[in-house]
């Protein structure tokens, strides 16, 4: 293989869930196809390294600052949802079923990895409750270990500022199958039951 | 979502294979991991651009013209094996069964898309054969219809060269289970059998 595909196969197969197979393919792919599509791939990674940064409110990857969602009027800013990074961020607001602002930790509290509080952007969420007036934050990590500990900090952390602080619900997905369930979720389920 | 990383995530998610969710993943694990990374894989990106030629011998895709292949003292310049893409190149030399040089067809005949004989490099493989000594051609484009129809084309067409002109086996695979092989490869695998 020529020395230039070759080290494009070894950065493309960097990325996360690309084997070398994949990247080799990515990689003729992209040397097959046109000189346009490899430039605007290029210039594309090069514009993100430039122009992006955090936002000062929220802590999301933003090219203005503050980011479209915190100078957004029509956005109930009494309202806080926390998640853990800007990709779970925007799986959220996909949906269009939250209106209020959002709070970006980068990262869950993990002990076996050596992350702990201060590594979070935990002390920017406090700071942002002290400043202006807000009703709830809903915690939205995920439902694993480190999410669920993250949540129960954030909880424990915020309880004294008077907020009110709520978790997203664990349970089966839509559409999923009672039958193939694992027995955490039924049992997360089972608890988390609402009255009809 | 930042417009640096969304033009992002549309350039990724016009790779083969990778759709808007794989591409979103792949853009906020580049923008949160370090900068030089992403100047790596641009510089990759816009060094296959500038570098990669087509080889004047075995028309695959070179830095240097001869490619490495052709140039190698050591491969027999006698057997040459077709293939339908440096991509399938790159598979079978990476098992290093074979050892003789390379002809790239640059794709397969399939009158269905209008990819005729004249849109292949076989114009330039009969010249080869007429410039030097070739004393076996290997086709080894895929057991697909396309890869079938190219592999009888070009025997009928060295046939007059009086060159030797053989297919690679179609059968089951290593490790295959017959149980689970479909009707047409156990067909090829008893029509092909050897003996023992």
Redesign the interface.
Known sequence: ?????R??V???A?????GEK?A?????????GN?Q??????R?????????RLCSVCMT????DP??CCADPRRDPEVICVVA???DL?AIDRGGHFRGRYHVLHGLLSPLEGIGPDDLRIAELVRRLGASEVREVIIATSPSVDGEATAMYIARTLKPLGVTVSRIATGLPVGGELEYSDQATIGRALAGRQVL
């Open positions: 293989m020529a020395d230039p595909i080290r494009l070894q950065e493309l960097r990325l996360p869930g690309i994949t080799t393919r990515l990689a003729f792919h992209l040397v097959r000189r599509q490899i430039e605007d791939l290029s594309a990674l090069l514009d993100v390294t430039e122009k992006i990857m933003t090219e203005a980011c479209t990074s800007p990709s925007v």
